[in-house]
């Protein structure tokens, strides 16, 4: 090509190069923030099952037949974290009543000794921050299943 005719093509190069630039920054931050959300949802499981965890200490180390008689009265029960904004809403459901019906949340139980049946299901409600800081938002409630719980009520 003659010097004529080659001006302004490095202008046209600079802009397409600059614009499959741009194009690959785009996916870079789409992958990251896809990678963002997903860190963040597996955090919330790993603070549901510890926060279980601490919820049923109580119920797992008892040894009368009524434990859970004693126990249930504290649930629905809200733990608070240091910051304020971490607050997790912990409640304890018997899955079923021996026939396999599903019985509601903190439903009124007379145990006798050795009959509690398992498994026992713990529903947790995860609080983690939405776009804006200020606003925090409820993940769907996490299941935690305890399996063979009988043991632990029997007299």
């Known amino acids: 090509m003659s010097d004529n005719k080659q001006h302004g ?7 397409v190069s600059l ?19 997903a860190s963040s949802s597996n955090q919330a499981r790993a603070t549901s099952v510890y926060a279980a965890s ?15 008689s004693a126990v249930l009265g504290t649930f629905p029960r809200t733990v608070t974290s240091d910051n ?20 509601a949340a903190n439903n009124a139980i007379s145990v006798s000794s050795g009959t509690w049946v398992s498994p026992l ?3 947790l409600g995860v609080p983690y921050p939405g776009s804006d800081s200020k606003i925090y938002t409820v ?17």
């Open 9 to 15: 093509f490095t202008l046209i190069e600079v802009l």
């Open 19 to 37: 614009l499959v630039f741009s194009l690959g920054l785009l996916g870079i931050a789409l992958y990251t923030a896809s990678g963002l959300k």
């Open 54 to 68: 601490l919820a049923m200490e109580p119920v797992l180390y008892q040894t009368r037949a009524d434990c859970l």
């Open 84 to 103: 304020g904004k971490d607050n997790y809403t912990i409640n304890l459901v018997r899955a079923s009543d021996g026939s396999g019906t599903q019985v």
């Open 121 to 123: 299901t713990i529903t």
């Open 139 to 155: 993940y769907p409630s996490y299941t935690v299943v305890l399996e063979n719980y009988t043991a632990a009520c029997n007299a």
